[in-house]
C-alpha cells in the first residue's frame, strides 16, 4: 500500500498540492482516494484538495475519498458541509450530500443541511436529489413532509415541483390533514407545458 512506500506517497501529496497541471494533480488525488488507508497524511491532503483545488473534479475527488475512507471524522463532517453550502460545483455538492447521508444520518445538523438543499440549492438536480434523500433516510422525521409540501408549493422549476408533489402523492396518500393541500395543489399549482413528456401538477394531485 501507499502507506509503505513513503517515497510515492510524498510525490503523490506534492503533486496533489502544487502541480500546475489540473490534470496531475486529479490523478494524483485520485491516486490518494483510492488507497483505502487510514493514513492522515492522505486525510490532510484529500482535505486540502477538498477545500482549496481550482478544478472541480480534483475537489470532487477528493471528497469522494473522505466519503470512501475518512467518513468516521468530525473534520469530515465539518468539510461536507462546507461543500454544500460553499461549492460552486453541483458535483461536490452531490458527493458531499452522499457523505452526510451516509455517515452523520444521526446528527440534527445533517437533516437541516438536507432539506436546506431540497429548498434553496441553485441546481435543480441537486434539489431533485435532496428530496430523494430525504424519503430515502428521514421519512419519519417530523420535518420532512412539510418540506416537501414547501417545495411543491415554491419551488422555481416544475420538475421540482411535480417530483415534491408525486413524492408526497406515493408516501402520504392517505393522510387525511392533506386534504387542504391536495385542493390547492389541484387549484393553484402553476404550469405551462413546453414537451409533450411532463405531467401536469395540478393531475397528479387530483
Not at 411543491?152 to 387525511?176: M, P
Request: include cysteine; hydrophobic fraction near 35%.
Amino acid at each position: 500500500g501507499l502507506q509503505d512506500n513513503a517515497k510515492l506517497l510524498d510525490f503523490l501529496k506534492d503533486c496533489a498540492r502544487s502541480h500546475v497541471d489540473e490534470n496531475i494533480r486529479r490523478i494524483a488525488v485520485k491516486e490518494l482516494a483510492q488507497s483505502q488507508t487510514k493514513d492522515s497524511s492522505i486525510f490532510s491532503a484529500l482535505k486540502q484538495s477538498a477545500y482549496n483545488d481550482d478544478d472541480e473534479e480534483v475537489r470532487h475527488t477528493a471528497v469522494q475519498g473522505l466519503v470512501q475512507n475518512f467518513n468516521d471524522r468530525p473534520e469530515t463532517f465539518e468539510l461536507f458541509k462546507h461543500c454544500i453550502q460553499k461549492d460552486e460545483a453541483w458535483v461536490v455538492r452531490r458527493i458531499a450530500m452522499q457523505g452526510l447521508s451516509q455517515g452523520w444520518k444521526q446528527e440534527k445538523e445533517t437533516f437541516l443541511h438536507i432539506s436546506q438543499c431540497a429548498q434553496q440549492d441553485r441546481a435543480i438536480y441537486i434539489r431533485q436529489v435532496a428530496i430523494q434523500q430525504l424519503i430515502d433516510e428521514w421519512e419519519k422525521h417530523p420535518e420532512t413532509l412539510s418540506t416537501l409540501q414547501k417545495c411543491s408549493c415554491k419551488d422555481k422549476s416544475s420538475t421540482v415541483r411535480i417530483l415534491a408533489i408525486k413524492t408526497i402523492k406515493q408516501n402520504w396518500k392517505d393522510k387525511k390533514v392533506l386534504f387542504d393541500f391536495w385542493c390547492d395543489r389541484t387549484l393553484q399549482a402553476p404550469f405551462k407545458r413546453e414537451y409533450d413528456w411532463q405531467d401536469n401538477p395540478r393531475q397528479i394531485a387530483l
